[in-house]
């Protein structure tokens, strides 16, 4: 990787506080997450530079990341050719279904999913070099070799949910299309924190990268499909252990007018936003925790 | 000969190296495992015997599936590392080496898909049959030809994917044809829905690719579906594209050769 050139830009965080320090530690910390955004914007420009240099392996790796989420759907679709409804559910309902809970990933994985190469820089000593630059090293991380061709499939998970809500005859209330957002968003926070959580661990562990993907392309396949499918003790998990449940399952049964799978009240598919906030601040506490018993491998 | 054991041999080791790695695939395969079967079931409930299958083996097919998707390589393998190399430039060292480049990579990658084979493939194996009732070979014939047909779907695999490596010497970045070639073995091979179950002409095609050797013939062989004379020709299918794939690697290879020649390395 060549030499970035954000470091003269950016301001020092956290070390010119000064006399505030102690009585504004709010303000601190909102500038020590703008300086983040910023580095993240930058560093993220940096690699999506680079990586449109090569114009045709570029648009060969976005269709190709469209096509490896959209096989998904083909699979679905194969499915649906041999029988009306599955688990109870038609195909427009299960496009639903697999749309919210893709774009949900989608946003998660474009945002943070280089997150994953944290393991590789632990084992090679490279997250020595991050850790002394004056930028936020999550931000680092994250951006880290961003992307640009996660877009791929956005695109296509946000096409199939598209398709699914003219398919579908939902009795739309503003509450129901407001829901729709706050899904995604909520969706999008919840996979985050697994990214980040998995990140976490790989500061000690940076061999077991894998398990991450259990718990985000994991949850992201189970969720595209409809909750009856499944054991009822596997559906509690993903309501109360690992929350996956909330990403699409309780909203999107709200807006379908379905019932909740446990016999739940109908507003727990509101709940969204507080489980997404409720994991995001628990993995942020796993990633301090990863950041501290972090030990060079003095290469 | 000795020596491309010894490769082997290495191959073998490398990957048995990071145990902290394998447990965490196996745990991924696991989970992978239940979602799919939890599909499957509620698929076979509304359709028994739909592409042939009835539900035990479908459900087995799934973890047939998760124990082979390591060991046949379809999220792709080696030739990631053989592009770097052919972009490098460092392939000109490769050359000059008193070894077949092919048939270095290929004992690599033998000794690499038994190892997966072993760590990948026994425990989600055995975690989904301690789970759902799954089907068992009834005889040792019946493992030994599945054996047969895993190793065979392993060379197979190779040849693809040497032939996916061997394109870097034209296209210089080999990132997209990569994920093109692992859609394909993903898709094709069966790894998604068993390729009996894949309508009209897209089934026949898919059944006719080298891909489908990957996962759908060794499972069939598992599964105990072919014997006697299906059971021959499905080994001879394989054996077929195992050597019309691997004679093709070796022309691309000669072609790709002199390109490094005129190019001085």
């Given at each position: 990787m060549g030499e970035v050139s954000y470091a003269p830009e950016t301001e020092a965080v956290g070390?010119?506080?000064?006399?505030?320090a102690a009585r504004w530690p709010l303000r601190d910390r909102l500038r020590e997450a703008v300086a983040g955004c910023r580095a993240y914007l930058l560093i993220a420009g940096m690699w999506s530079r680079s990586t449109l240099t090569y114009r045709v392996s570029f648009l060969m790796t976005v269709v190709g990341n469209a096509c490896m989420t959209a096989l998904d759907f083909v699979t679905i679709a194969i499915i649906f050719g041999h029988t009306r409804t599955l688990g109870g559910f038609t195909l427009a309902e299960t496009a639903f279904l697999y749309g919210s809970s893709g774009v949900a990933i989608g946003l998660a994985d474009l945002l943070l999913?280089?997150?994953?190469?944290l393991g590789r820089r632990v084992r090679d000593g490279t997250v020595d070099a991050l850790l002394v630059r004056p930028v936020p090293i999550f931000a680092q991380v994250a951006a880290d070799?961003?992307?640009?061709?996660?877009l791929g499939r956005l695109t296509q998970a946000a096409v199939v949910l598209v398709w699914s809500l003219i398919r579908l005859h939902v009795a739309w209330t503003p509450g129901r299309a407001l829901l729709l957002p706050v899904m995604a968003v909520s969706g999008a926070a919840i996979f985050g924190a697994f990214y980040t959580a998995g990140a976490a661990l790989q500061f000690r562990?940076?061999?077991?990268?894998?398990?991450q993907s259990s718990f985000t392309h994991g949850g992201g396949t189970m969720t595209?499909?409809?909750?009856?499918?499944?054991a009822r003790e596997l559906v509690r998990g993903a309501v109360?252990?690992?929350?996956?449940?909330?990403?699409?399952?309780m909203p999107a049964l709200w807006i379908l007018g379905r019932p909740e799978p446990l016999g739940l009240?109908?507003?727990?598919?509101?709940?969204s936003p507080a489980v997404a906030l409720a994991v995001c601040a628990l993995a942020g506490l796993a990633w301090r925790a990863g950041l501290r018993s972090y030990r060079s491998t003095g290469s | 000969m000795r020596l491309y054991a010894a490769v082997l041999v290495r191959g073998f080791r490398r990957y048995a190296t990071y145990r902290t790695a394998t447990l965490a695939g196996v745990f991924t395969n696991t989970v992978f495992g239940f979602v799919i079967a939890y599909t499957y079931i509620a698929l076979w409930r509304v359709?028994?015997?739909?592409?042939?299958?009835d539900l035990g083996q479908a459900v087995t097919f799934v973890w047939l599936g998760q124990a082979m998707l390591m060991t046949t390589a379809l999220f792709g393998g080696f030739e990631a590392e053989l592009i770097d190399r052919i972009r490098s430039g460092d392939v000109a060292t490769d050359l000059y080496r008193p070894a077949d480049l092919q048939l270095w990579w290929l004992a690599r990658d033998i000794g690499r898909a038994g190892f997966h084979l072993l760590g990948r493939g026994v425990l989600p194996m055995a975690a989904g049959g301690l789970f759902f009732p799954l089907v068992w070979p009834a005889s040792p014939g019946v493992w030994a030809a599945f054996l047969l047909a895993v190793a065979l779907g392993v060379v197979i695999s190779f040849a693809l994917r040497y032939l996916v490596a061997l394109a870097a010497f034209w296209l210089l970045d080999g990132t997209g044809i990569v994920l093109l070639a692992s859609l394909a073995a993903i898709f094709f091979s069966g790894?998604?829905?068993?390729?009996?179950?894949?309508?009209g002409a897209l089934g026949v095609l898919a059944r006719a690719l080298?891909?489908?050797?990957?996962?759908q013939v060794p499972a069939d062989v598992y599964l105990g579906r072919d014997t006697g004379a299906r059971l021959a020709s499905a080994l001879g299918f394989q054996a077929v594209w195992a050597v019309v794939l691997l004679g093709a690697g070796r022309l691309v290879q000669s072609a790709a050769t002199r390109r490094v020649v005129v190019q001085g390395g």
């Open positions: 070390t010119d506080a000064g006399p505030y999913g280089s997150l994953d190469g070799r961003f992307a640009l061709r996660r562990a940076g061999d077991a990268a894998e398990v595209q499909y409809p909750p009856t499918l499944f109360f252990v690992v929350p996956v449940a909330f990403v699409n399952w009240p109908g507003w727990t598919g509101w709940l | 359709r028994p015997h739909l592409g042939g299958y790894m998604l829905l068993p390729l009996t179950v894949f309508p080298p891909w489908s050797a990957l996962l």
